[in-house]
């Protein structure tokens, strides 16, 4: 069968949406799991996993680069971390924590992904918080703010757009990264290509990376408003000006 048609015919079946049995299973030791042969549930798990190592991630580089940011140093050790997280290979990372006492599963997926989804946040947020005008900081200084005031009342609204731009490039590449979770026993809709690959139904593989990129275009897009949204109205209106002047 054609692969394309084997595509459409498997999204268009309700039952491997909702699953046979529903949106959970019950696993041997009696917790709740998500169902492997529901594309609901593999979503529901695949967001899941993204936002947990997006907020490991951003747990961690935001308060690292508002403060090396704010006082102008570590700009160099920044960039070098940066570059090393995004040459460690995720499959090379999954690979090792299954021989470590991390094993395999999604908690592994998830440490990986948030190795790898650190650095558009550390950059970025650094970036924006270094990048404030010296000018600025000086006038706030004059008006008597304190060190702490000036960079949380001062460069980190102006900062706002820079680091939402980063957890956007963040959440959207962790998005596109999950589906490894499926070659380490993990879930998510890396699950549905995985198995069509172990089966040689190859238009269930073209249904899964059609899901796995309609996900990313739909958070994406998601993000995108919620990156307006955070951007300071003032802000936008300056952007918005010098487009229209630059065309």
């Known amino acids: 069968m054609n692969p394309i048609v084997e595509a459409w015919q498997y999204l268009a079946d309700p039952v491997n949406w909702t699953g046979e049995n529903g949106l959970f299973r019950t696993a041997f030791d009696g917790s709740l799991r998500f169902s492997q042969d529901s594309i609901l549930a593999l979503t529901i798990e695949h967001l899941y996993m993204t936002a947990a190592a997006v907020l490991i991630a951003a747990g961690i580089a935001l308060p690292v680069g508002i403060l090396l940011g704010h006082f102008r140093r570590g700009g160099e050790v920044t960039v070098v971390i940066s570059n090393i997280s995004r040459a460690l290979p995720t499959l090379a990372l999954l690979t090792l924590f299954a021989a470590s006492a991390i094993g395999f599963g999604n908690t592994a997926v998830i440490i990986a992904a948030a190795i790898f989804a650190f650095p558009p946040i550390l950059t970025n947020t650094y970036t924006g918080m ?6 600025v900081r000086d006038a706030a200084t004059g008006q ?10 001062v460069e980190l609204p102006l900062a706002v757009p820079l680091i939402a731009g980063g957890l956007r490039t963040s959440v959207v590449q962790t998005v596109a990264t999950v589906p490894l979770a499926a070659l380490v026993g993990g879930g ?6 995985n198995l069509g690959f172990a089966t040689t139904r190859y238009g269930q593989v073209l249904a899964g990376a059609i899901l796995v990129a309609g996900l990313s275009l739909l958070v994406d897009w998601g993000m995108a408003r919620l990156e307006r949204a955070a951007t300071p109205r003032a802000l936008r209106l300056i952007a918005e000006s010098e487009k229209v002047t630059a065309s």
């Open 130 to 135: 270094a990048g404030v005008d010296a000018d």
């Open 144 to 153: 008597g703010m304190s060190s702490l005031q000036v960079a949380t009342r």
């Open 188 to 193: 998510g809709l890396g699950v549905i290509i």
